[in-house]
């Protein structure tokens, strides 16, 4: 999901509630990622500084400092980027630094989860029965 620079705070809110999501990362007209506003985001830049989210925009509150990833990167590079830049959120950039997706530590976390799965059904069916 992604939006403009310009887009409302209170519109940002909505899509994230709308499309039951944390996040929604900011565009410019290329579509190339300019920033990222997370529910967290709404949480502490808008509702703790007690500011007017009619006023606002995703430009006044987005994080600009992304961390991306392309869309060949593995589990275990979209892991190490996050861990090491303390980030929950990847954006994910074409060829030409367009915007193609987002992995989250959530995707992460339930593919892990899958692939435990897949490991413990093999270790049941090599197990001798008791």
Do not use: H, K, W
């Not at 996040?23 to 190339?32: G, P």
């Amino acid at each position: 999901m992604s939006a403009s620079q310009e887009t409302a705070v209170s519109e940002l809110a909505q899509q994230l509630r709308d499309e039951n999501v944390g996040s929604v990362v900011i565009t410019n007209d290329d579509n190339n990622p300019t920033g990222i506003v997370t529910d967290r985001d709404l949480t502490t830049r808008v509702l703790a500084e007690e500011a007017s989210s009619t006023d606002q925009t995703a430009d006044d509150i987005m994080s600009t400092d992304l961390c991306v990833v392309g869309p060949d990167a593995g589990f275990y590079e979209a892991a190490q980027v996050m861990s090491e830049n303390g980030v929950r959120r990847l954006p994910v950039c074409g060829e030409n630094d367009e915007l193609v997706g987002i992995i989250t530590a959530d995707d992460l976390t339930e593919l892990l989860s899958d692939e435990t799965q897949q490991l413990a059904s093999v270790i049941q069916a090599q197990r001798p029965s008791y």
